[in-house]
């Protein structure tokens, strides 16, 4: 299971990290990554990680990926907001531990608003 929070209302400019907590002994074994939806448009690819963390990868330097395996939770850290990364975030897993692998399981997702 994998479970999103952080989502708030925040201001052009501003902050925020997201956080994604998963169950299970395995997550240190799989890629993450997350993927996002604004209304009205559909998914888009936003950053991955592989398993140990070493390797990420993400399309905006605005946003930072990262992992803790011994509290089996991943993080988005979302820099100098604007209004057009207001979506539903979603964390999702990958199907091996290769940064870029398929994933397989998407947690429910949480709502970043972006708006002064």
């Known amino acids: 299971q994998l479970v999103e929070s952080g989502g708030v209302v925040v201001q052009p400019g501003g902050s925020l990290r997201l956080s994604c907590a998963a169950s299970?002994?395995?997550?240190?074994?799989?890629?993450m990554s997350w993927v996002r939806q604004a209304p009205g448009k559909g998914l888009e690819w936003v950053s991955a990680?592989?398993?140990?963390?070493g390797i990420t990868d993400t399309v905006n330097s605005r946003f930072t990926i990262s992992r803790d395996n011994a509290k089996n939770t991943l993080y988005l850290q979302l820099n100098n907001l604007k209004p057009e990364d207001t979506a539903v975030y979603y964390c999702?897993?990958?199907?091996?531990?290769?940064?870029?692998?398929?994933?397989?399981?998407w947690g429910k997702g949480t709502l970043v608003t972006v708006s002064s």
């Open positions: 999702a897993k990958g199907g091996s531990n290769w940064v870029h692998a398929a994933s397989d399981y």
């Open positions: 299970g002994s395995t997550f240190g074994s799989y890629a």
């Open positions: 990680i592989g398993a140990s963390g």
